[in-house]
């Protein structure tokens, strides 16, 4: 079945800086890749995704990027702000196989951002 | 619009009871799906129903079930309730199955005492 690395576990940057967060996935049947936020006690919100068929996505001081050949895509925030801080998690989909409709996660990568 | 929304917020059981978890989709959705986030763990997939039917199912044990229902509400069964079954269950909704976007409720916080 897929497997999703992401790293790092653990990220600690100041305000203003950028942060880049990388995961890798085993399985190249998988097509669909979004990235959720979850503050501390509160629901997973999805904050951007993007599709096989796409290397790049922006929106705000959010990208994401692509590379269907390495299996790995990476999301970039820019301008860090104090209340970016969360756990972000990247996922993996496919839209058929023994995988369908389920998410993969990578375990999160916890995202501090000093003031 | 209303998000996902589940019930109860917080359940205690102990070991070897049956715990029910219950969870409505957003208007319109029709495929609900099941994830358990252990502590310091990622999100693990659990169930996915869509129109009524059981379309993909993790890597758990058979004492792990659920069903939806007609009005496309869901209901997750946790049978002989083990400590390590002490997680929090997340519930998503997306209009069609597979390969869209994935709403999630606020989840259910199991303790298994």
């Known amino acids: 079945g897929e497997n999703v690395e992401q790293h790092p576990s653990t990220l600690s940057v100041q305000e203003g800086d950028s942060a880049v967060i990388k995961c890798t996935y085993s399985?190249?049947?998988?097509?669909?890749f979004p990235w959720y936020k979850q503050e501390l006690g509160k629901r997973p919100q999805l904050i951007i995704d993007?599709?096989?068929?796409?290397g790049e996505k922006k929106d705000q001081r959010i990208a994401v990027t692509l590379n269907k050949t390495a299996k790995h895509f990476s999301l970039h925030i820019t301008e860090t702000q104090p209340e970016d801080s969360a756990v972000y998690f990247c996922?993996?989909?496919?839209?058929?196989?023994?995988?369908?409709?389920?998410?993969?996660f990578g375990q999160g990568t916890i995202l501090t951002v000093h003031p | 619009e209303a998000g996902v929304t589940q019930s109860p917020t917080h359940l205690i059981k102990t070991r070897g009871q049956q715990a029910t978890l219950r969870c409505s989709p957003i208007?319109?959705?029709?495929?609900v799906y099941w994830y358990q986030q252990a502590l310091g763990l990622g999100l693990q997939f659990l169930l996915w129903?869509?129109?009524?039917?059981?379309?993909n199912r993790g890597n758990f044990p058979p004492r792990f079930s659920g069903r939806q229902f007609p009005n496309y509400s869901s209901e997750l069964n946790v049978n002989a309730l083990e400590l390590e079954d002490s997680a929090l269950y997340l519930c998503?909704?997306?209009?069609?199955?597979?390969?869209?976007?994935?709403?999630f409720g606020a989840g259910t916080r199991l303790s298994v005492l």
């Open positions: 998503a909704s997306s209009l069609y199955g597979g390969g869209y976007i994935q709403y």
């Open positions: 399985d190249s049947a998988s097509n669909y």
């Open positions: 993007i599709r096989s068929n796409v």
């Open positions: 996922a993996a989909s496919q839209g058929g196989g023994t995988s369908y409709g389920k998410l993969t």
């Open positions: 208007s319109g959705h029709t495929s």
């Open positions: 129903y869509d129109e009524g039917e059981e379309r």
